[in-house]
């Protein structure tokens, strides 16, 4: 099982980082200046926005996508709708042909890789 070629560049998510330590806030002053800190960094477009989406009900990541709706909000979908052959982001980037096979192959690895690991406690 020697996989050629699609060795990847081993990142998948998570590149996002920079996680704002939120401070305790008194009333106030201090919430016009975390409003406007927050306003800058929203200004700041990486290929993902910085929308927090709360987690599913079975603890799965959610994401949001990366264009708005026609209200100018985003929306944020489940893992598992990413590249089900439905578009569910405005634009359909869940089904953005290039993400998806990227999607996949990680996918596939990770899929094979617990397989593997599941194989090798059952043999034990
Ligand atoms: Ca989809």
């Not at 996508?65 to 990413?82: A, E, K």
């Not at 089900?84 to 869940?94: A, Q």
Request: proline share 6%; with cysteine.
């Amino acid at each position: 099982m020697h996989g050629h070629g699609m060795h990847g560049h081993g990142v998948h998510g998570h590149g996002l980082g920079h996680h704002a330590s939120y401070e305790e806030l008194g009333p106030g002053e201090d919430l016009v200046n975390h409003h406007m800190l927050r306003t800058t960094r929203g200004n700041r477009q990486y290929d993902v926005p910085q929308i927090e989406c709360p987690p599913a009900d079975d603890g799965m990541e959610r994401f949001a996508c990366p264009t708005p709706d026609h209200m100018g909000r985003y929306r944020c979908i489940d893992d598992h709708v990413l590249c089900d052959g439905f578009i569910d982001c405005p634009s359909g980037e869940d089904e953005d042909r290039q993400a998806c096979m990227f999607y996949k192959t990680t996918k596939a690895h990770l899929d094979l890789l617990a397989d593997a690991l599941l194989r090798w406690a059952r043999g034990r």
